[in-house]
Nanobody
């Protein structure tokens, strides 16, 4: 069992930066693939980035070059540094954990409650 709690969302102007953090509990954290997803009302949850236990990462094309995912296995945390934010990045951002190296939301078994990110133009 893995429990996830996100923090760090907020309101920022276009071009600004935010750093999201996800604190995980559970003995299997180091074996989990950690992912970030986002969702806006009326749309499906969208993959943003994922990182394996050995810090191999993968990004959605829409955030590549602007967002950076990282993890600290000793502290059971994963972070998403978001730079160059755009209004279209506005969404609720979710941290998730999976036993699979994947970008597919249905294969992530554990989810946080989400944190709102709003980018004003």
């Amino acid at each position: 069992q893995v429990q996830l709690i996100e923090s760090g969302g907020g309101l920022v102007q276009s071009g600004g930066s935010l750093r999201l953090s996800c604190a995980a509990s559970g003995r299997t954290f180091n074996r989990q693939v950690m992912g970030w997803f986002r969702q806006v009302p009326g749309k499906e949850r969208e993959f943003v980035a994922r990182i394996t236990y050995s810090s191999e990462f993968f990004y959605a094309d829409s955030v590549k070059g602007r967002f950076t995912i990282s993890r600290d296995n000793a502290k059971n945390t994963v972070a998403l540094q978001m730079n160059g934010l755009k209004p279209e990045d506005t969404a609720v951002y979710f941290c998730a954990a999976s036993n699979f190296i994947t970008a597919a939301a249905p294969l992530y078994a554990y989810w946080g409650q989400g944190t709102q990110v709003t980018v004003s133009s």
